[in-house]
């Protein structure tokens, strides 16, 4: 994917063919009430999707700074009429990461909604699968395990932490960092994340011939030395990490103070840009890479410097500076409304045609905020690509990219997610 310099002629017809492309599919009449049925959420006039997020908990962070990505989106999109004529509108709840409560506010929500744009964390999610299934509510997850892929109802807005972490060991290897026969700690979260990013380090160490050492660590633990005093004593040649970011800061603070300047590798969710106003800035600097399907915020990208402009106008309220949570919440919501346009065509806005036009969406294409998405399998990932970036206090975003175009492991090509390797 090659990608064009912000500004001049080239930047000005990529956005003015998004903006055509957008308002064509967005002027028709509304079909869905007249021709095929409707579901819940939705009226002459409007699209209700429900929003299920952390915006007081353990991932506040990141939920805040989605959500502002998603109603950007779609202040866009419905000034540019909507969906089918139909704008749509957000019914956002907090579970502050709160399993028990996710499932509570699922219960409220779900009778006066077509679908969910966005469910936030695996834990969540495992509790409500089989219900979401039950109900047809095509739901996308904001948690990138890729045993979420088995259900036929969601949609996962990007490449798994399986694939992330294969693709991240393989472009450490490719640079040298890693060869055959060297010891690669992995430190990972207890839980689906951890355990599905585990999955994939397990399998990118036989592929390239690693020794792997996996530590778990639980998530309310945030003084990781003794973890990384132990990888230090079994002389590992790299770190990998599927934790929270401030666990990423501790390894990273930990290693550098006692001179050991291990290369530190995290999955997408084990970095924000707010570390780097913390003391670990230093480190995480000279030693961390990212692996993550999402671009940078403000990277040389037409539709993110856009988007970088746009949040700069609008200043969403709390949300200080930007980060590539402002563009997975924008790309979330592309993704998901491309889905419903589609299924607005057929003239049928029901949960049960919205889930068709989910599994006939082949090529969702959000102009490399991320790799084009496939749909059309249940079980197979929607992408295997990463993105490769560092810590970089300079850039907008507080990261660099190290890849100009996506990456994608051979490993990642030949690997099968778990609803692949059960036949799905």
Avoid at 42 to 61: E, M, P
Avoid at 105 to 117: A, D, E, I, S
Avoid at 203 to 230: I, M, N, Y
Avoid at 367 to 380: E, I, N, R, W
Wanted: charged share 20%.
């Amino acid at each position: 994917m090659r990608h064009l310099r912000a500004g001049g002629p080239a930047k000005a017809a990529v956005l003015t063919a998004l903006a055509v492309a957008a308002a064509a599919a967005c002027s028709t009449s509304p079909p869905g009430g007249d021709q095929g049925g409707t579901g819940p959420g939705v009226t002459a006039k409007t699209i209700k999707l429900g929003y299920l997020t952390d915006l007081s908990g353990a991932i506040s962070g990141q939920g805040r700074v989605d959500l502002a990505g998603s109603r950007m989106y779609l202040d866009r999109l419905n000034s540019s009429g909507g969906v089918c004529g139909r704008k749509i509108e957000l019914t956002v709840e907090d579970h502050g990461y709160d399993v028990q409560k996710a499932i509570s506010l699922y219960r409220k929500t779900t009778p006066n909604v077509l679908g969910y744009l966005s469910l936030l964390g695996s834990p969540q999610f495992e509790a409500l699968k089989s219900k979401i299934q039950s109900d047809h509510a095509v739901t996308g997850v904001l948690g990138w395990d890729s045993n979420s892929l088995t259900s036929p109802d969601v949609l996962v807005y990007g490449t798994p932490y399986d694939l992330e972490t294969i693709s991240g060991i393989g472009y450490l290897v490719d640079q040298k960092i890693l060869r055959k026969g060297d010891t690669l700690g992995h430190i990972y979260w207890q839980g689906s994340y951890g355990e599905n990013a585990l999955r994939g380090a397990k399998f990118a160490a036989s592929k390239f011939g690693l020794k792997l050492v996996p530590v778990q660590v639980d998530p309310a633990e945030s003084d990781l030395t003794r973890q990384v005093r132990g990888l230090q004593s079994q002389k590992v040649k790299a770190i990998m990490l599927s934790t929270l970011p401030t666990q990423a800061a501790s390894v990273a603070s930990v290693t550098s103070s006692s001179g050991w300047r291990v290369p530190i590798l995290g999955n997408s969710a084990a970095f924000l840009p707010q570390l780097l106003k913390t003391p670990a800035a230093d480190a995480l600097q000279k030693q961390f890479y990212l692996a993550s399907s999402r671009l940078p915020f403000g990277a040389d990208n037409p539709v993110a410097k856009d988007i970088q402009q746009q949040f700069d106008k609008a200043r969403p309220q709390g949300i200080k500076s930007g980060e590539d949570g402002i563009n997975v919440g924008w790309a979330a919501a592309q993704v998901y409304t491309e889905v419903l346009k589609k299924a607005c065509a057929s003239g049928d806005l029901t949960r049960a045609n919205v889930e068709k036009a989910l599994r006939a969406s082949s090529a969702v294409d959000t102009g490399g905020l991320l790799p084009t998405l496939d749909y059309s399998q249940v079980g197979a990932p929607p992408s295997r690509s990463v993105y490769i970036s560092r810590p970089d206090a300079k850039q907008p975003g507080g990261l660099r990219l190290l890849t100009k175009d996506l990456y994608t492991a051979k490993a990642a090509a030949e690997y099968r997610t778990p609803g692949q390797a059960d036949g799905g």
